[in-house]
């Protein structure tokens, strides 16, 4: 089997052969090489080479299946040579692909592309990694709590936080995405919020973070009081100096910084209603993405 893509033009080319994109999926599917029955669970299915299926013992509805079934494509009409190229550049692109750009590279239909991107972006949501199944910190572990906002007029992007946050996020028509950082697992949970109020942001801590974690964030008034009681609190005075140790958010302001970027450079115009998804995306390549340890 050929080695893995690296750049896009290597997957393009790659998955131009459809056992490439049948043994890439498989492999990520059922990581230990059991081919399971998406109905039954049975583990013992015979593979059909010259339909890329596989038969289940069982005697039962969808007896034979493909990689498809089960997944985000099984309705889809198009073959995986066209959706895993699309899934490639929405994994590897750091800044977020459009259905454009898409387009361009791939030759889809641009109405298609932004069919395929949603799809897609429904698949990452369930993907637990990013999700809310396990609690991030615990009591060795140091966890960055920040806010940031987003949309509204693109001058007002970078106006100083303390401006932002006495327009109170949503009355200024801005959505406000709250991020915890747990720097030891290096994973990123992206939340966009209805405000900035205390109960609000505390809930989504409490949320998400084991009790015991050493939480840093910045002075503001909705992270004053109450964090005490459960967790290590400390946080760093952004006016006067933005580090003080091991206090600060900047391992947030960096994932900031990539949906940020996403956002501007990338999505034409993002609909209040859609944020959540393109959140999620970024949060979901960010806990997926390679590092030294994890290539
Ligand atoms: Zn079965």
Known sequence: MATEPKTLAQAIQYFTDPDNCLNYLAKRRWPDGKVACPKCGRTDVAFVPSRRLWQCKTRHRKAQFSIKTGTILEESLLPLEKWLPVMWMVANCKNGVSSWEIHRSLGVAQ?????????????MQDKPAFGNVTKLGGPDSEVEVDETFVGGRKQNMHLDKKV???????????????GILDRTARQVRATVVPNVRRETLQAQILKQVKFGTKVYTDDAVAYEQGLQSRYVHDFV????????????????????????????GTYVAVEPFHLFRYVDEQAFRYNNRATKDNP
């Open 111 to 123: 109405k298609t592309a932004w069919f395929m991107l949603h799809r897609i972006r429904l698949g």
């Open 164 to 178: 932002r946050y006495e327009a109170k996020g949503g009355a200024s028509g801005k959505a406000v995405v709250q």
């Open 237 to 264: 005075n952004k006016t006067q100096s933005y580090v003080r140790g091991r206090v600060h958010v900047n391992g947030m302001e960096n994932f900031w910084s990539l949906l940020e970027r996403g956002l501007n």
